[in-house]
């Protein structure tokens, strides 16, 4: 089945620190990819997403890099910030089929001035 | 972007009682949502699909008769906690697919807290 593998957290970081948290896939065929970010008390927010190998997402200084060879998807940030601090999910989705999102156990983010 | 709202955003209730967790996409049309629960620092479980016009669908584990879905239109899904107790204490989350957006993606709302005392 499909599934996805996390670094625990928590991270704890510097301002404008590098920041990688891993993420790793299993699954049948080729998955779409995902990074979503949840503040303190809200929901989940979309905040990259690759569709195929080798496609690189990124938003807000955030990035990944769908690695195929490596079935990883991890996230990266040069330099973080204060505003940062949150839980970050990896997810895979199944292209097609019945195509419901398999989440990560989710990364918290802490990062201090 | 597209817009998903949950109501209410948290709730207390004593034992017994049931709670309903209303789920709306805002500004474009869902065939289909998700109800998701999750514990603190988990992930996200996924507990049902919900379809406009048909039942729903549970995934394994997950008491149909005590968690009430209906989504009779193509922005409104609720979930219904029925005779609620103390372990059913969550963060409930719904998602909403966009009937149009490409790859079917998925919004989510901004989750409801639940507390069962």
């Known amino acids: 089945g499909n599934s996805v593998t996390q670094m625990e957290g928590p991270v704890t970081l510097s301002e404008e620190a590098f920041l990688t948290i891993n993420c790793t896939y299993t699954?049948?065929?080729?998955?779409?990819l995902f990074w979503y970010v949840q503040y303190p008390g809200e929901g989940l927010q979309l905040l990259l997403k690759?569709?195929?190998?080798?496609d690189k997402g990124s938003n807000k200084g955030f990035e990944a890099t769908y690695r195929k060879e490596t079935t990883s998807f991890h996230l990266e940030k040069g330099s973080v910030q204060v505003s940062d601090s949150a839980v970050y999910f990896c997810?895979?989705?199944?292209?097609?089929?019945?195509?419901?999102?398999?989440f990560g156990k989710g990364t918290m983010l802490l990062v201090s001035p | 972007g597209a817009v998903v709202s949950q109501h209410p955003s948290w709730v207390i209730c004593k034992s017994g009682t049931s709670v309903k967790i209303e789920c709306r996409s805002l500004?474009?049309?869902?065939?289909?949502m998700f109800w998701y629960r999750q514990f603190p620092k988990q992930s996200l479980m996924l507990m049902a699909t919900?379809?406009?016009?048909?039942?729903?669908?549970?995934e394994q584990g997950v008491e149909k008769d005590k968690f009430l879905i209906n989504h009779a239109s193509l922005t409104l899904s609720t979930l219904t906690v029925t005779s609620a107790h103390p372990e059913d204490s969550s963060f409930y989350i719904c998602?909403?697919?966009?009937?149009?957006?490409?790859?079917?993606?998925?919004?989510f709302g901004p989750g409801t807290r639940l507390t069962v005392l």
């Open positions: 998602s909403a697919r966009d009937n149009r957006a490409t790859y079917n993606e998925q919004f």
């Open positions: 699954a049948t065929g080729y998955p779409s």
């Open positions: 690759a569709t195929k190998a080798d």
């Open positions: 997810a895979l989705r199944r292209v097609s089929g019945y195509s419901t999102l398999t």
């Open positions: 500004d474009f049309q869902a065939t289909t």
């Open positions: 919900s379809n406009e016009g048909s039942k729903a669908t549970y």
